[in-house]
């Protein structure tokens, strides 16, 4: 089978590397892809929004199956596309991927058709917005309404945090036009739990559960990034847990998407808070996660092209979707200065990290030499499985730390969290 991956990230890639693993897969070809994606994968300069760029592609290079993995290609009808012209996808159609792409057709989803989560209100005037901020109940989440690559979302602590929140997405255009609308939603208390599940509109099948580390210091200081690590499974995540996530959450979501006329086939991301209430649904988001899917997919046992394919021909209901009993931890190496201003182009020593783990590449790119540069803000990600997960954790920062460019930085501290809930449970 000739298949074609859309994006070009450490999501994508560890996309590509589990595909690979079915003898039926004959070529891979990723658009755009990256220096590292490019020793697994065929990869042409196409960008993963050009649509039309996508299309054109295709009808010259026919493929048989195609993964569309970034949510702007989704939001952009990227599937729609090429479902027209007679390919199977895995991803969402734009109005399912309309449950990450607008936090309020999400937030009125969730209303609607009684999905616990957080009470909110929607503002389009920056004026009202503020206005509500200054007498609502403190701390508040301020959430831009569209896509705006994991960085949109400010948890306000005091009212200054929430206006401030609130002028930088409105009146500044931090975001641009994703946040020309915002939800003001109330702080939920809890912990956090990802889960990534496959369906394909009938039947929910969810994933390993995980638990990201999303701002960029140790101990959970500074702004948001895209995420500095993950762990799986994650500890909060019991098997009660996940039977009400079922019952009250992951099936009442597929049901909903499907009277609204726009079922959901793919892969759902729920992001969940564990409230002393039960769990509440955060946000979802209409694709794997980044790095989430560096530590779920290397615990896959099941063939993921066979999944992926049951998703697109609604036959999900009859194929197993099994993963080991292990743990694992990623560690995102990153650009000095990122979430905010970070130099390129810095020369990379991977030392023998390759030897130690799977090193998923985010943003890197070869030079006119072919060497190894940097080329974004999350460079790396390093995983790695084992039995345990503090072993996972130990066998991942050994091979974080063969690594080395001018200004990289890191959290010391992922799955540090999820080792304290262990040891507590255990005591």
Not at 242 to 247: L, S
Not at 286 to 291: K, Q, S
């Given at each position: 089978m000739k298949i074609l991956v859309v994006g070009g990230g450490g999501r994508e890639h560890a996309i590509i590397k589990k595909l690979k693993e079915n003898p039926q897969v004959a070529e891979i070809t990723c658009l755009p892809g990256n220096a590292g994606i490019a020793r697994d994968a065929r990869c042409v300069p196409v960008k993963a929004t050009d649509i039309d760029g996508i299309v054109s592609y295709v009808r010259q290079n026919p493929v048989d199956f195609a993964v569309v993995a970034p949510d702007d290609p989704l939001a952009l009808g990227c599937v729609d596309r090429l479902h027209a012209l007679g390919v199977k996808c895995f991803g969402p159609e734009a109005a399912a991927a309309r449950i990450e792409a607008s936090k309020v057709f999400a937030k009125d989803l969730m209303k609607k058709y009684g999905i616990p989560t957080a009470a909110y209100e929607v503002f389009d005037d920056a004026d009202k917005a503020l206005a509500y901020v200054k007498t609502c109940p403190i701390p508040v989440v301020v959430k831009a309404d569209g896509l705006a690559l994991g960085k949109g979302v400010v948890i306000a602590f005091t009212r200054d945090e929430a206006e401030a929140a609130v002028k930088s997405a409105m009146i500044d255009g931090a975001f641009g036009a994703s946040g020309s609308r915002i939800v003001v939603e109330e702080f939920l208390e809890g912990p956090e739990v990802s889960v990534l599940a496959f369906t394909d509109g009938h039947v929910v099948k969810p994933m390993?559960?995980?638990m990201d580390h999303k701002r960029v210091g140790d101990g959970d200081v500074g702004p948001n990034t895209g995420g500095m690590g993950t762990i799986a499974p994650n500890p909060c995540y019991t098997p009660e847990v996940?039977?009400?996530?079922?019952?009250e959450i992951f099936l009442p979501t597929i049901q909903a998407?499907?009277?609204e006329g726009c079922p959901f086939k793919g892969c759902l991301y729920f992001g969940l808070m564990v409230t002393k209430d039960g769990p509440k649904v955060i946000e979802y988001n209409?694709?794997?996660?980044?790095?989430e899917t560096q530590v779920v997919l290397p615990l896959l046992k099941s063939d993921l092209l066979t999944v992926m394919l049951a998703v697109e021909n609604e036959t999900l209901a009859d194929t197993p979707v099994e993963f080991s009993d292990g743990a694992a931890c990623c560690v995102m190496l990153a650009s000095g200065g990122y979430p905010g201003k970070y130099e390129k182009g810095k020369a990379i020593d991977l030392g023998s990290a390759e030897a130690m783990a799977q090193?998923?590449?985010s943003g890197t790119a070869l030079d006119e030499d072919d060497n190894l540069i940097t080329a974004g803000g999350r460079v790396l990600g390093i995983s790695c499985t084992a039995d345990d997960l503090p072993t996972a954790i130990e066998k991942a920062y050994a091979a974080a730390d063969q690594v080395k460019w001018d200004g990289m930085i890191l959290r010391r501290d992922i799955g540090q969290r999820a080792l304290g809930i262990l040891k507590k449970e255990k005591n």
């Open positions: 390993v559960s995980s996940a039977e009400r996530c079922m019952k998407m499907n009277a209409c694709r794997f996660g980044d790095p090193v998923y590449h």
